[in-house]
């Protein structure tokens, strides 16, 4: 073990398991532990994110990376690279606290465009859980965004996307496969131990139906005065309409005709 082994778990004695001086928490560590070199050594390595003890019987989160070490092509051992996240995690934990009051749904982008955050909202909003969010990317969620794979990067050192972001409008796809008119602004931040992007994401589907209705409306309502229009001017009357300020706004044809004949 290096020194940064042994700043992060304690002393660690040689030739003890690495599943008894830094268990991970809830699990058969021992069993963990052999199904975690079995599977690097079938596939040349694996993963595995988990809360493990230290010596002096604190907690810590840890990303390990297990590779096989080969020789004369036998398997003689394994390397194990550890990863202390916990001030990360703790990073995310309060930041995510933040994101669950927003009003709109948000996710956080990699370079690759994938999700490595998000707020409560966004399950609401497309239906999927969670875990199964995690790990897909903007792709998934909106198949017709438009932005390439090499944009992600390109955009996490662009100045406009630090200082102002950039505006889509497109189509958001749920877990349903219903699709929905939806804005997204983009914004590249530097926050919990690395540079994202964040998409905020909002559903305007009520906000398009309202301008329809309203549209709609305004359209029945010039045909209403056309149609009020037309019987008052049919009328030998005179007919005028005038404002607060006694100015005119409407008048008939006969009214016309006696005012400027």
């Known amino acids: 073990a290096n020194t ?36 690097a050594a079938k596939l040349g390595s694996t993963e595995n994110y988990g809360i493990r003890s230290k010596s ?23 390397s194990v690279v550890l990863r202390d996240l916990s001030e990360r995690r703790l990073a995310e934990a309060k930041y995510k606290s933040l994101l669950d009051t927003a009003p709109d749904a948000i996710l956080l982008l990699d370079k690759a465009g994938k999700i490595n955050l998000i707020n409560e909202k ?31 990067s390109e955009w996490l050192v662009s100045k406009q996307m630090h200082d ?40 305007v589907t009520n906000r398009n139906k309202l301008n329809d209705d309203l549209k709609l409306a305004n359209e029945s309502l010039k045909l209403l005065y056309k149609w009020l229009q037309g019987i008052i001017d049919s009328t030998p009357n005179l007919i005028a309409a005038v404002d607060t300020d006694l100015k005119f706004i ?11 004949r």
């Open 4 to 39: 940064g082994a042994t700043r992060i778990f304690g002393h660690l004695e040689l030739n003890s398991l690495m599943g008894e001086v830094c268990p991970l928490e809830g699990t058969d560590a021992l069993a963990t532990e052999e199904s975690l070199r079995m599977a």
């Open 56 to 78: 002096d019987g604190g907690k810590v989160w840890i990303h390990a990376t297990y590779e096989p070490i080969f020789k004369a092509a036998n398997l003689t051992g394994f």
């Open 122 to 152: 966004v399950t609401e909003l497309f239906g999927y859980p969670r875990h199964e969010l995690l790990g897909m990317t903007a792709g998934d969620l909106f198949p017709n965004h438009g932005v390439s794979p090499e944009t992600w």
């Open 164 to 203: 102002q972001g950039i505006f889509i409008q497109t189509e958001g796809k749920n877990a349903a496969n219903v699709t929905f008119p939806a804005e997204i602004n983009f914004r590249a931040i530097k926050e919990v131990g690395g540079d994202f992007i964040s998409c905020s994401v909002r559903d």
């Open 250 to 260: 409407a008048f008939n044809k006969a009214y016309s005709v006696f005012m400027y």
